[in-house]
């Protein structure tokens, strides 16, 4: 998961939207196939071809959606998902930044800190829950707080890299112009490291969803993870599936906001 | 007012990693640029040009020996020492507008000079040719265009040396004699001192009141020679004149007997 593979990503991305009249194609072929899918889905419900109660046919699902949003309570459970999710990604956001570009520039904080950070990385998000429950509890201090465990990773060895990658010629140039290092770091070194950070925060945008819901769902009393929970033991699959439904729809959402945020922030990407 | 720069016995070795042995770039360099010259340096590719620049600059210290301006030692860039580098490319702020390329080395300035500033900033981009192209982004730019912003930018530093590292050498001919021409300009009209390190033969006589021709690796000072040639120079007359034939004879002759001796002791 490097930065260069976060950059492709964002480049096909990118020239997908702007061919016009092809890219609409392929976004309608894309429709074409959830269409499809959703249609067998309702057919082997209704036909019988699959019974069970947790199959329920997709149009329940949709109605279910439906009465869930005139109840208020799936909007509830999701604006607390998403205020965990949207702190622990700032303070990730922050320290993963902070700590990749010093880390990169001074030889002595990284021999200190790297070490420590490595150890971290490989630890699965789930299993360091348990433990820390007994540190933090089992409310929001816990749940932030892997939510940005686990965001930080991509954030961090995204900077990490980007600012290792810049070219020496850059750093010279502003030596020669007198740069102070504070100077240095926050004109040169951060703004030529962005296309690298935003794939960081790109990866770490899907991410804090899916921790800030897996959290839910092992320590939760509230948000979009204990609502599918609830909803299992209650045996009601619907409203289950359409919790899923209005998760995929945030998840989706967010991405195509940071699309639109990093065009406008690294116009540059990809074209020195 | 422009400075004097000089190499006072310099020698530069690059510490070899593991088994690699010492890589000795230059041994025992003296060399000394005068106020206002203009100094051409002419070596082959890897023979330790840009080491040499770098140690002008102050981004790298010289082994033994030291890099003097105007009697104080080198130790950190010095104020007024400024480098154009061949890629330049990569030596532009990608994320910022031609303009604010060119206002970088004067943001550390008061706010209340900011306007003018960017009027002076805006002058240079007039005087390198680059008219209206001011909030354009550098990759919106050809070759020679970028480094015609690193120009301008180079002069918004107020150079009293300017230390110039193959800047011609990545843009196609044409455009090349271009910026010779803008580069003799410009440094007619501010008087500073230019050290132009360069393959090209014939740039360097161009351009130089002096050319010192490098010598067999390690690589030593071979001859130092006067070019004599008027100024204003000119790309046709001046190329076509009898004496800038018998330098570029005389000068490409001796590089060649350099290259001959390397192959005949290795
Ligand atoms: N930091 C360094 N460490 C080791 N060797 C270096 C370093 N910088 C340059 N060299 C070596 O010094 C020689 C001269 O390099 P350079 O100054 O770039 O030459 P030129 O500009 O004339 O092409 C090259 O052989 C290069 O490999
Ligand atoms: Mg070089």
Redesign the interface.
């Known amino acids: 998961m490097s930065a260069m593979d976060g950059l492709a990503g964002v480049r096909e991305k990118r020239s997908s939207r702007r061919s016009g009249p092809n890219g609409m194609d392929r976004r309608a072929y894309g429709f074409l196939l959830l269409a499809v899918l959703l249609s067998f889905w309702e057919l082997s419900s209704r036909a019988g071809w699959i019974v069970s109660a947790y199959w329920p046919p997709v149009s329940h699902i949709f109605a279910a959606a439906i009465a869930q949003l005139a109840g208020g309570e799936i909007l509830l459970a999701l604006a607390s998902t998403l205020r965990r999710a949207a702190i622990g990604y700032i303070a990730a956001s922050v320290a993963g930044i902070v700590l990749g570009i010093v880390l990169a520039r001074n030889r002595v904080l990284r021999y200190g800190l790297l070490p420590l950070i490595e150890i971290v990385r490989p630890m699965p998000t789930p299993a360091v829950i348990p433990p820390l429950i007994l540190f933090l509890g089992v409310d929001d201090a816990l749940k932030i707080f892997i939510v940005a465990l686990a965001s930080f990773f991509p954030i961090f060895s995204n900077t990490f890299t980007g600012v290792a990658a810049i070219?020496d010629?850059?750093i010279?140039?502003?030596?020669?112009?007198?740069t102070s290092t504070v100077?240095l770091l926050a004109?040169?070194v951060f703004?030529?490291t962005?296309p690298a950070i935003a794939a960081g925060l790109r990866t770490a945008t899907s991410l804090c969803l899916v921790v800030a819901v897996l959290s839910e769902m092992i320590a939760g009393s509230s948000g979009i993870g204990y609502y599918l929970v609830e909803t299992q033991y209650a045996m009601r699959p619907d409203l289950m599936y359409a919790a899923v439904l209005y998760l995929a729809a945030t998840g989706y959402a967010l991405n195509r906001i940071f699309l639109a945020l990093e065009a406008r922030m690294?116009?540059?990407m990809g074209?020195? | 007012m422009s400075q004097r720069l000089g190499f006072d016995r310099v020698t530069k070795v690059f510490e070899g990693s593991g088994n690699d042995a010492d890589f000795v770039a230059f041994d025992d360099i003296t060399l000394e640029a005068a106020p206002s010259e203009f100094l051409a340096v002419v070596g082959p590719s890897g023979c330790g040009k840009s080491t040499l620049l770098r140690m002008a600059a102050g981004l790298t210290d010289p082994t033994r020996g030291k890099v003097v301006l105007d009697g104080k030692p080198v130790r950190e860039p010095p104020p007024g020492v400024i480098y154009l580098f061949q890629q330049y490319a990569k030596s532009l702020f990608a994320w910022r507008t031609v303009i604010d390329n060119v206002m970088f080395p004067v943001e550390g300035a008061p706010r209340a000079r900011r306007g003018e500033l960017r009027a002076q900033c805006r002058d240079y981009l007039r005087q390198v040719g680059l008219d209206g192209f001011e909030d354009k982004y550098p990759w919106q730019l050809s070759g020679g265009m970028q480094q015609r912003v690193a120009i301008a930018r180079a002069l918004a530093a107020d150079p009293q040396v300017l230390l110039l590292d193959e800047p011609f050498s990545a843009v196609d001919a044409l455009t090349r004699m271009e910026l010779q021409t803008l580069m003799l300009q410009l440094w007619e009209r501010r008087k500073f001192t230019a050290i132009l390190v360069t393959h090209d033969v014939e740039e360097a006589i161009f351009l130089a009141d002096r050319v010192a021709v490098l010598g067999a690796r390690p690589t030593s000072l071979k001859e130092v020679i006067d070019v004599g040639l008027p100024r204003p120079r000119d790309q046709l007359t001046t190329r076509e004149d009898p004496r800038f034939l018998k330098l570029r004879h005389h000068i490409t002759a001796s590089l060649l007997a350099r290259n001959d001796g390397h192959v005949a002791s290795a």
């Open positions: 070219d010629t850059l010279q140039t502003a030596r020669t112009f007198r100077r004109r040169v703004p030529a962005l690294v116009p540059w074209r020195s």
